[in-house]
């Protein structure tokens, strides 16, 4: 049991190119999301996926795309990445109670150049 | 604007003290709480819950809820050196998907 792993760890881009940063989880967990995480600006919601099938924005979706490939998997593309997009991404997934329990992967760590 | 306020540190405390941690919220439909422990460079990790006012413990960890004063705390008895972390608040609302999460306190063990 993995739990949620992310791929990859480190990714350089330089501004303008795309990429998609890739998400499982092995918990048979409905939810799934997408968070940035920046100094002093804390953890900020991308978007989520309330369960198969169904994707919803977060707090700061602009430049980014998902796709809720099937229960287990959950991807982030930047299109034309730009270095305000310089960050560490975690996906989270939730635990199937009414009370929102959210579990980490381990992130990726991504420069935009 | 759902906000959630922590003091960002960082909150130096001796070996084997009390640690206390604070975080307020704005929402008053906020209904549970979170407190999260990131080890730099790391994920967050969850270690307590809690959604009806009063203590709940768990193990060293004590998390306080009062929903009147819309204040959750935690804290954690006998600290240890490997206590040391930034540790983040986050609530949620009721049939809510999402967490609100505060910007998180460094705290800083010293042996």
């Known amino acids: 049991n993995a739990g949620v792993t992310q791929t990859p760890k480190f990714q350089v881009l330089k501004t303008g190119q795309s990429m998609t940063l890739q998400c499982a989880q092995d918990?048979?967990?409905?939810?799934m999301y997408w968070y940035r995480q920046d100094p002093g600006m804390g953890l900020r919601l991308i978007y989520y996926?309330?369960?198969?099938?169904?994707?919803d924005k977060g707090e700061v979706p602009n430049g980014y795309n998902v796709s809720r490939l099937n229960k287990r998997e959950f991807s982030l593309r930047l299109e034309s990445a730009a270095p305000s997009q310089t960050s560490v991404y975690f996906c989270a997934s939730r635990l199937p109670s009414s009370y929102n329990e959210q579990f980490f992967g381990p992130g990726t760590r991504l420069t935009v150049l | 604007q759902k906000e959630v306020e922590q003091n960002s540190g960082p909150l130096s405390v001796p070996e084997g003290a009390i640690a206390s941690l604070n975080c307020t919220y704005s929402?008053?439909?906020?209904?549970?709480f979170f407190w999260y422990r990131q080890y730099s460079g790391k994920s967050p990790e969850l270690i307590m819950f809690?959604?009806?006012?009063g203590d709940k413990e768990d193990g060293r960890f004590t998390a306080q809820l009062n929903k009147a004063s819309q204040y959750v705390s935690l804290l954690i008895r006998d600290s240890q050196p490997s206590d040391s972390a930034t540790y983040l608040c986050a609530v949620t609302t009721a049939g809510s998907y999402q967490l609100t999460f505060g910007k998180g306190t460094k705290l800083s063990v010293i042996p």
């Open positions: 918990m048979n967990h409905n939810s």
């Open positions: 929402d008053r439909g906020s209904q549970s």
């Open positions: 809690i959604y009806s006012n």
């Open positions: 996926s309330a369960s198969e099938g169904t994707t």
